[in-house]
């Protein structure tokens, strides 16, 4: 597998061959041995040495600088300097992106006709719930107007009620009509789903007629099957909302992230990691924008926004060897509107021009090997901390729960999350993920759920004067890192 090792050699313009490559890196300490290899030998050659497991033999036995390497001079075409670049984009990265709704949003973010948005919503998650067996062959609304007992409907959520006596009291429609649904205060474990149901969501309503009332007596979310863990022999760094512009940003914690990732920093089960990293996903956020919020020009240390993008590919051009998959936040330079296309090029020139940096969509979903990442930046979050009883900011892990669920990355129309109403809808999550990667609270959560890694990668920002009003206490320079399957959670302050 090729890793940091490699691409250091590659800087120092020394080749491995497998073998030599395998005996560094199961030596004990392989970055060390790495180092004083690269320190002994490149200083004194010109050409592009090739290093065999014989000749790391003898190194580690005589630890001597007079070895009889082969160089490429003597042994294919000379080439003294191959440029980094061309080596480093060959390094086989198995990275796709399955779904981008980049290219895939072709209207300005607004049509005249939301009934084309909410049909599209609701269809795919009726074909989801129509999957279960308690609602096989629902009704319509309007046929369930003249049943009585076993009804059984998919709804789109029109309304969420409580009633005086502490009932609630939902109104769900499809194409055909209305109905009110009632779930009964007393009936404790319904009661507590109920209270989970937000406006705008899709569900399945079993229940009984009571004059023009639906009594529930189940409700049916499109729900997520429990996966089979699949095994990873890389590692994964997420990372969101470094806001860099800002003058709050963390940028000393984010040099030492830099120079970790490089395998230059932390202890030696750090190093490590670090030696295993494959691919970096950035959730959003990636600079902290102009205009986001009022006043935020005082608390702007670039407050040019292509300059903050040029201060990130500086300081995102310093990482070495790793796949960076970049995703847009509210604060970046793409459209608010969700599905966010990708961070537009004439904002990002010179992030653009990093070799090793492709840019997605919020959502996206990606494939690293053969690991199915969901990339979502969180805005729905606000308004789930908001609405729903027992959600909060701190807890985003339960928040990322319910939205798969729901199957659905931002049910709740027209309140915080701007949603584009086009002709699909985007934010429904058809494929179930191996990893679902959020940002935006500036808060670390990490759960697995029904086999599925729930990572929120908090940030690099430190309290602002609007997370303040809040209360918002951010977890600042916290990096989750998925090792080879297990969650390590790696600090930098
Ligand atoms: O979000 C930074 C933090 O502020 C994050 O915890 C969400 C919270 N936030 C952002 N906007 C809102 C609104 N409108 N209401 C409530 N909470 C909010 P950032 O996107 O980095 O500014
Ligand atoms: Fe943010
Ligand atoms: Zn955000």
């Given at each position: 597998?090729?890793?940091?090792?490699?691409?250091?050699?590659?800087?120092?313009?020394?080749?491995?061959?497998?073998?030599?490559?395998?005996?560094?890196?199961?030596?004990?300490?392989?970055?060390?041995?790495?180092?004083?290899?690269?320190?002994?030998?490149?200083?004194?050659?010109?050409?592009?040495?090739?290093?065999?497991?014989?000749?790391?033999?003898?190194?580690?036995?005589?630890?001597?600088?007079?070895?009889?390497?082969?160089?490429?001079?003597?042994?294919?075409?000379?080439?003294?300097?191959?440029?980094?670049?061309?080596?480093?984009?060959?390094?086989?990265?198995?990275?796709?992106?399955?779904?981008?709704?980049?290219?895939?949003?072709?209207?300005?973010?607004?049509?005249?006709?939301?009934?084309?948005?909410?049909?599209?919503?609701?269809?795919?998650?009726?074909?989801?719930?129509?999957?279960?067996?308690?609602?096989?062959?629902?009704?319509?609304?309007?046929?369930?107007?003249?049943?009585?007992?076993?009804?059984?409907?998919?709804?789109?959520?029109?309304?969420?009620?409580?009633?005086?006596?502490?009932?609630?009291?939902?109104?769900?429609?499809?194409?055909?009509?209305?109905?009110?649904?009632?779930?009964?205060?007393?009936?404790?474990?319904?009661?507590?789903?109920?209270?989970?149901?937000?406006?705008?969501?899709?569900?399945?309503?079993?229940?009984?007629?009571?004059?023009?009332?639906?009594?529930?007596?189940?409700?049916?979310?499109?729900?997520?099957?429990?996966?089979?863990?699949?095994?990873?022999?890389?590692?994964?760094?997420?990372?969101?909302?470094?806001?860099?512009?800002?003058?709050?940003?963390?940028?000393?914690?984010?040099?030492?992230?830099?120079?970790?990732?490089?395998?230059?920093?932390?202890?030696?089960?750090?190093?490590?990691?670090?030696?295993?990293?494959?691919?970096?996903?950035?959730?959003?956020?990636?600079?902290?924008?102009?205009?986001?919020?009022?006043?935020?020009?005082?608390?702007?240390?670039?407050?040019?926004?292509?300059e903050q993008y040029e201060e990130a590919a500086r300081l995102f051009g310093e990482i070495d060897g790793v796949q960076i998959i970049i995703a847009p936040?509210?604060?970046d330079a793409s459209r608010l509107a969700e599905p966010q296309p990708s961070i537009p090029e004439e904002y990002a020139k010179d992030l653009y021009n990093?070799?090793?940096?492709?840019?997605?969509?919020?959502?996206?979903?990606?494939?690293?090997?053969?690991?199915?990442?969901?990339?979502?930046?969180?805005?729905?979050?606000?308004?789930?901390?908001?609405t729903v009883k027992g959600m909060s900011h701190q807890e985003s892990d339960i928040i990322m729960r319910e939205l798969l669920e729901k199957r659905h990355?931002?049910?709740?129309?027209?309140?915080?999350?701007?949603?584009?109403?086009?002709?699909?809808?985007?934010?429904?999550?058809?494929?179930?993920?191996?990893?679902?990667?959020?940002?935006?609270?500036?808060?670390?959560?990490?759960?697995?759920?029904?086999?599925?890694?729930?990572?929120?990668?908090?940030?690099?920002?430190?309290?602002?004067?609007?997370?303040?009003?809040?209360?918002?206490?951010?977890?600042?320079?916290?990096?989750?890192?998925?090792?080879?399957?297990?969650?390590?959670?790696?600090?930098?302050?």
């Amino acid at each position: 597998m090729y890793d940091n090792i490699i691409t250091k050699f590659i800087d120092a313009n020394i080749l491995l061959n497998d073998t030599a490559y395998q005996k560094i890196k199961t030596y004990e300490d392989s970055f060390k041995l790495s180092k004083s290899i690269i320190e002994d030998l490149a200083p004194s050659h010109e050409d592009l040495l090739i290093l065999t497991g014989e000749i790391i033999d003898q190194y580690i036995e005589s630890d001597k600088t007079d070895l009889n390497i082969p160089t490429v001079e003597n042994h294919v075409q000379k080439n003294k300097s191959p440029p980094q670049s061309k080596l480093v984009s060959s390094l086989p990265f198995d990275f796709q992106v399955l779904k981008d709704a980049s290219r895939k949003s072709y209207t300005n973010g607004e049509i005249k006709d939301f009934s084309a948005y909410f049909g599209s919503r609701y269809h795919k998650l009726k074909d989801i719930l129509q999957r279960k067996k308690e609602l096989k062959s629902p009704q319509t609304m309007r046929e369930a107007e003249n049943m009585q007992d076993l009804v059984k409907v998919i709804g789109m959520v029109n309304d969420v009620r409580t009633t005086k006596n502490n009932h609630k009291l939902f109104e769900i429609e499809d194409e055909t009509g209305i109905a009110n649904v009632l779930v009964h205060k007393d009936n404790q474990s319904l009661f507590e789903k109920a209270e989970m149901v937000v406006k705008d969501e899709v569900l399945g309503v079993v229940g009984s007629r009571k004059g023009s009332l639906l009594i529930a007596s189940q409700l049916i979310n499109p729900g997520i099957p429990r996966i089979d863990e699949k095994s990873m022999d890389f590692s994964t760094v997420f990372l969101s909302d470094t806001h860099i512009g800002s003058s709050t940003f963390l940028e000393d914690a984010f040099l030492n992230f830099i120079k970790w990732i490089n395998g230059d920093h932390g202890d030696k089960e750090q190093e490590k990691i670090a030696n295993d990293v494959r691919y970096l996903i950035v959730a959003g956020d990636i600079v902290d924008g102009i205009g986001v919020y009022p006043n935020q020009d005082k608390e702007l240390v670039i407050k040019d926004i292509y300059e903050q993008y040029e201060e990130a590919a500086r300081l995102f051009g310093e990482i070495d060897g790793v796949q960076i998959i970049i995703a847009p936040g509210n604060h970046d330079a793409s459209r608010l509107a969700e599905p966010q296309p990708s961070i537009p090029e004439e904002y990002a020139k010179d992030l653009y021009n990093l070799k090793n940096v492709a840019f997605v969509s919020n959502p996206a979903l990606i494939s690293l090997e053969d690991i199915n990442v969901l990339i979502y930046h969180g805005r729905s979050f606000d308004d789930f901390a908001m609405t729903v009883k027992g959600m909060s900011h701190q807890e985003s892990d339960i928040i990322m729960r319910e939205l798969l669920e729901k199957r659905h990355l931002a049910p709740i129309y027209g309140e915080r999350t701007p949603l584009a109403s086009e002709f699909e809808d985007h934010l429904v999550i058809e494929d179930v993920p191996d990893v679902f990667h959020t940002g935006h609270v500036h808060i670390n959560a990490y759960k697995k759920y029904k086999g599925i890694h729930l990572i929120n990668s908090g940030t690099f920002q430190s309290q602002t004067e609007f997370q303040k009003i809040y209360n918002i206490i951010p977890t600042c320079a916290q990096v989750p890192v998925l090792n080879q399957g297990s969650m390590k959670l790696l600090k930098f302050t």
